[in-house]
C-alpha cells in the first residue's frame, strides 16, 4: 500500500522478466543468447534498482520539502555486504524474481552470489554503520550517511602455506547501486598558509590561501527501509584532480605525463581503505583521507541548510551530526571554520552551534586505537585548522581553569594537545569538547570510558554528557537474509513477519518452545545451514566435515585482545587429549569441527603469526589418523559480510572470548544467538548484557572479569607467572615442532609465557578448558540444547538496531521520523 506507482516498475513475474531481459539487452548491450549468471545478476540488480529509485526520490523531495531535522552519520567505513537480496526483500517482489529467474534458467541463490560485497570496512564498526543506516531508513528517519568511494575496500585474503595474503579488492568493475552526481563537486583545499587582516572595524579575520585544490565528487547509493517508502541516502566522496587545476598549459607544453601523474595523485585520497582496525597509524594520506571527506561533507550539509534560508541560530534545530569513533573529528573544526572565516559568526556563537550538533560515539578503550595526529603534520596539511584546535583548547583550559583553579596536573592531563615530542593533538578529546553527548556502545564499555580513559571529562562536564547506546544489528539481514528458512518458520509461528521490524514480538516463540513439530523443524534448519556450509568448506579446503557434530565457530577480526590464541590452544589441548586416549576412549568422546575466520591487518605482525599456528595445527590435526572425525580444524579464507551469513546460521555454538574490558561490544554474538547458536563468551562488551537478557542458563560464561584484569597483570609482572599444567602441555607441543617449525611460533609462546600475558590468556585458560567441557557435555543432550536455542532467540529483541537507532534519536539527535504520506 506504500507504493502505488510504476514508472518501470514490475509487479509480477513476468513484468521483471521483460524488465530484466530489457536491462540486459540495452543497458548492458548483451544477447540473451550468452547470457551468464552474472549477466542475469546485472539484469536483475536494474530491475530492482528501478523501483529503490522512484522511492528514493520520492523520499528526498519529501525530506526537502518537510524541513524537519536531518542526522547525518559520518563514518569512514560502511560495510554493507551484498545489496540485491536486501533491495530485494525491501521492494518486496523477491518471488516474482525468483519465479522469473527460474523461467530463465537460473536458481535465485547463485544469481544472489554473483555480486561482488562492498567492503568498505575493517570490521565491527563499520558493520555497525551499515546495520544502522538500515535502522534509520526502516523507522523513517530523515537520514544521511557520509563517507568515502574508496577504489579498493579491505584486502581479499587468501591463505597460502597457511600464510596470509592480500589481495586488492577492486570492486567497482559493475557497481549498479551508486550513482554519480558529477554536479555535486566540491573544492578540497590542502596545505598553503593563513593570512591575518583587520577590516575597518578592526576585527580580525583568518583567510587560508594557497596549497592545493582537490575535488570531491558524490556518489550516491541508496538506503532502502523495511516496508516503508523510506529510502535514504548515502554519499560517498572521491577525489579528483580538480577541474581549476588540471594544468592544461601542463599538458599542452608536452609535459603530459606529469599533468597526469598530478591528477593520479588526487585520486589517491580515496583510492585506498587503511586495513587497520583498532591500531592507529598517523599517516599522512589518512589525515588527507579525513580531512577531505570531512569538509566535503560539512561544505554539503551546509550548503543544504543555507537553501532553507532559515538564521543560524535555528542550524542545530535543522541538523545533528553523529561521529562514529574519532575518524570523523575534523568535522567540527571545519564547521567552526567555516562559521567563523567564511560566514562570519562571532566564535563563540559559531562554538555553540557546532557543540549542539556533533555527538561522539566511542568504540574503544585500547591506548593503541586512540587516535593523535601529529601537530607538525596538522600544520603544514592544515595549518588554519591547527589555528582553531589551539583556540579550542584555549578556551576550553580557561573554562577548567575557572571551575578548578589551582589543578595545573588536570590541565595537563586535559590538554587536547599532549606535550610530548612532537606536540600530538589527541582527537578523543577534542570530539568530547566539541560534542553535546559521547556514547560508549555497550553498558560495560560506557561506564568504562567514563572511570577511566574519560574520567576527568566527567568530572568537568558531569556525568550526563555521557550515555550508554548497546550496539545492535538489523534483523532483516542477519535473521531474514542470512537465515530463509529459520525467519520462515518463525513467521509461521508468530503470524506474520511483523517480528522483523518489532524484534520483541519473539518473545512469543516461548509459547513453542515445547512444539515438537516445531523443534523438530527448528532443528532440522540448523542441520540443513550446517550441511550447505560442510559442502562450502570441502569446495574450498578440501576437508571433509561431519555436520553432525558440532560446530564451533570464532570469526572476526583477528586481533590478540579477541584472544584467537586462547581458542587454537583450547584446541591444541583437545588434540592431545585425543592423542592420549585409548581407541576405546575415542568411541565415545565428543566430536567437534573447530572453525575458525578472520583477516589480520597487513602490518599485524603477531596476528599473522596466529593466523599461521591455526592454519598449521588445522593440517596436523585433519591429517591425523587417530583423531578422525573427532576433531577438524579449518581456517575459512577472506570472512567478509556475505560469508558471515553462511557462517552464523550453521554455527551450533560461537566464541566471543575477549579479554575482560577490552570488547567495547561485539556485535557478532548478536548474530550468533539470533541464528540459533548458543555462546561461549567472557564477561566483556555485550556479551553480558546478551547474558542478563536470555538468562544466565543459556550462556557459557567463563574467565576474569573486567575489575580485576590490572591486579591480575600486576601479579603476572611481580610473583612468579605461574601456567596452568595443561597450557604448558600445550606450550611443549608447539616447541617440539609437532606443528611446523616451532620457532615460527615461539612469539605467541612468549607472549603469554614470558611477556607479561597482557592479555590474560594463562589466567583464563583453565576455566575456558572447564567451560568447553560443559559444552561438550550439554551438546550430547539435544533436546535440552535446542530449548536453550529457542529461548535465546526469543529474548534477542533488545539487539535489533531499530532500538539502538531510536535511542540515539531520542536522547542525542532530537530528530522525528518522517513517514510517507500514505503510512502517516
Ligand atoms: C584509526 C586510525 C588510522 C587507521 C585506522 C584506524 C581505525 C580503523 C578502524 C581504528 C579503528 C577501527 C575500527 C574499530 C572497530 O571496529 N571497533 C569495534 O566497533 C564495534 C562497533 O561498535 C564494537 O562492537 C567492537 O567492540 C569494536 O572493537
Not at 571554520?337 to 556533533?358: M, N, P, Q, S
Not at 519473539?506 to 534448519?525: C, H, S, T
Request: glycine share 6%; charged share 25%.
Amino acid at each position: 500500500a506504500w507504493r502505488k506507482h510504476s514508472a518501470h516498475g514490475f509487479e509480477n513475474k513476468d513484468e521483471f522478466e521483460k524488465e530484466a531481459v530489457r536491462h540486459i539487452e540495452t543497458t548492458l548491450a548483451r544477447s540473451l543468447f550468452n547470457c551468464d549468471e552474472l549477466a542475469a545478476y546485472s539484469g536483475t540488480a536494474l530491475a530492482f534498482r528501478d523501483r529503490l529509485v522512484i522511492d528514493w526520490n520520492r523520499t528526498q523531495q519529501r525530506q526537502t520539502f518537510a524541513d524537519q531535522k536531518r542526522v547525518y552519520y559520518l563514518s569512514l567505513e560502511f560495510l554493507m555486504g551484498r545489496t540485491l537480496d536486501n533491495a530485494m526483500l525491501n521492494v518486496g517482489l523477491k518471488d516474482a524474481a525468483k519465479d522469473g529467474l527460474t523461467d530463465l534458467g537460473f536458481r535465485i541463490e547463485d544469481i544472489i552470489s554473483q555480486e561482488h560485497d562492498a567492503a568498505l570496512g575493517n570490521g565491527g564498526l563499520g558493520r555497525l554503520a551499515a546495520c544502522f543506516l538500515d535502522s534509520m531508513a526502516t523507522l523513517n528517519y530523515p537520514a544521511w550517511g557520509y563517507g568515502l568511494r574508496y577504489r579498493y575496500g579491505i584486502f581479499k585474503q587468501e591463505i597460502m602455506d597457511g600464510y596470509q595474503v592480500e589481495i586488492p579488492d577492486y570492486w567497482l568493475d559493475f557497481n549498479p547501486w551508486e550513482f554519480p552526481r558529477h554536479d555535486i563537486t566540491v573544492d578540497i583545499q590542502f596545505y598553503g598558509y593563513v593570512r591575518k587582516y583587520q577590516d575597518d572595524d578592526g576585527k580580525s579575520h583568518a583567510v587560508w590561501e594557497g596549497g592545493e585544490i582537490v575535488d570531491a565528487v558524490a556518489y550516491d547509493v541508496p538506503i532502502p527501509g523495511y516496508k516503508t517508502g523510506t529510502t535514504n541516502n548515502l554519499r560517498l566522496w572521491s577525489s579528483k584532480a580538480s577541474r581549476g587545476e588540471f594544468d592544461f598549459q601542463k599538458f599542452n607544453s608536452g609535459e603530459y605525463e606529469s599533468s597526469v601523474a598530478d591528477q593520479q595523485r588526487a585520486e589517491t585520497i580515496s583510492a585506498v581503505l587503511y586495513p587497520n582496525d583498532n591500531l592507529e597509524r598517523g599517516k599522512e594520506l589518512r589525515l588527507k583521507q579525513q580531512s577531505f571527506w570531512c569538509s566535503a561533507s560539512i561544505y554539503d550539509i551546509v550548503r543544504r541548510f543555507k537553501k532553507s534560508k532559515r538564521s543560524w541560530s535555528e542550524f542545530t534545530d535543522q541538523v545533528a551530526i553523529q561521529l562514529n569513533d574519532t575518524h570523523p573529528t575534523l568535522a567540527i573544526v571545519e564547521l567552526q571554520r567555516v562559521l567563523v572565516d567564511i560566514e562570519g559568526l562571532d566564535w563563540e556563537d559559531a562554538w555553540k552551534i557546532v557543540t549542539g550538533t556533533f555527538s561522539y560515539t566511542n568504540h574503544t578503550v585500547l591506548p593503541e586505537a586512540l587516535e593523535k595526529w601529529s601537530v607538525p603534520l596538522i600544520q603544514n596539511l592544515l595549518p588554519r585548522h591547527l589555528q582553531i584546535i589551539y583556540e579550542i583548547n584555549l578556551q576550553f583550559l580557561q573554562m577548567v581553569e575557572r571551575r578548578f583553579p589551582q589543578d595545573r596536573e588536570m590541565l595537563r592531563r586535559v590538554s587536547i594537545i599532549e606535550e610530548s615530542q612532537p606536540k600530538m593533538v589527541r582527537m578523543a578529546y577534542l570530539a568530547i569538547v566539541g560534542s553535546h553527548k559521547v556514547n560508549g556502545v555497550a553498558e560495560l564499555h560506557s561506564d568504562l570510558i567514563k572511570t577511566t580513559i574519560f574520567k576527568d571529562f566527567v568530572t568537568i562536564y558531569g556525568p550526563d554528557k555521557f550515555t550508554n547506546v548497546t550496539n545492535g544489528v538489523t534483523p532483516r539481514r542477519w535473521l531474514n537474509q542470512a537465515n530463509p528458512r529459520l525467519s520462515e518458520i518463525i513467521k509461521a509461528k508468530l503470524g506474520g513477519d511483523e517480528f522483523l521490524s518489532d524484534l520483541n514480538l519473539l518473545n512469543q516463540l516461548e509459547n513453542f518452545v515445547d512444539d515438537k513439530a516445531f523443534r523438530k523443524e527448528w532443528a532440522e534448519i540448523k542441520y540443513a545451514n550446517k550441511v550447505r556450509l560442510a559442502q562450502f568448506i570441502m569446495a574450498q579446503t578440501g576437508v571433509s566435515v561431519n555436520p553432525k557434530v558440532m560446530f564451533d565457530i570464532q570469526v572476526k577480526r583477528i586481533h590478540e585482545y579477541k584472544r584467537q590464541q586462547l581458542n587454537i590452544f583450547g584446541v591444541i589441548h583437545r588434540y592431545l587429549t585425543i592423542k592420549n586416549m585409548t581407541p576405546e576412549e575415542r568411541k565415545t568422546y565428543y566430536p567437534k569441527v573447530s572453525i575458525f575466520g578472520g583477516k589480520s591487518a597487513p602490518g599485524y605482525w603477531m596476528a599473522k603469526n596466529i593466523i599461521h599456528l591455526v592454519n598449521s595445527v588445522a593440517q596436523v590435526v585433519n591429517n591425523d589418523k587417530d583423531v578422525g572425525n573427532l576433531l577438524k580444524v579449518v581456517f575459512i579464507e577472506d570472512y567478509n559480510v556475505s560469508k558471515a551469513e553462511m557462517l552464523f546460521p550453521a554455527a551450533d555454538i560461537s566464541q566471543h572470548i575477549s579479554c575482560a574490558g577490552m570488547e567495547a561490544s561485539g556485535t557478532s554474538q548478536i548474530k550468533g544467538v539470533l541464528n540459533a547458536g548458543l555462546l561461549i563468551g567472557t564477561c566483556d562488551g555485550a556479551n553480558i548484557e546478551v547474558a542478563r537478557e536470555i538468562g544466565e542458563d543459556n550462556i557459557f560464561l567463563f574467565g576474569t572479569l573486567a575489575e580485576d584484569v590490572e591486579d591480575l597483570r600486576h601479579a603476572h609482572s611481580y610473583s612468579q607467572h605461574s601456567i596452568d599444567g595443561d597450557l604448558l602441555k600445550v606450550f611443549d607441543a608447539i616447541n617440539s615442532g609437532i606443528f611446523g617449525d616451532r620457532n615460527s611460533f615461539s612469539a605467541i609462546v612468549s607472549a603469554v609465557a614470558d611477556h607479561g600475558d597482557y592479555y590474560l590468556v594463562s589466567d583464563d585458560f583453565n576455566s575456558y578448558i572447564k567451560t568447553q567441557a560443559l559444552i561438550d557435555e550439554a551438546y550430547k543432550n539435544q533436546e535440552d540444547w535446542i530449548t536453550k536455542c529457542i529461548t535465546s532467540v526469543a529474548r534477542m529483541g533488545f539487539f535489533t538496531s531499530d532500538r539502538c537507532i531510536q535511542e540515539y534519536a531520542e536522547s542525542i539527535w532530537n530528530i522525528e521520523p518522517l513517514p510517507p504520506a500514505s503510512k502517516a
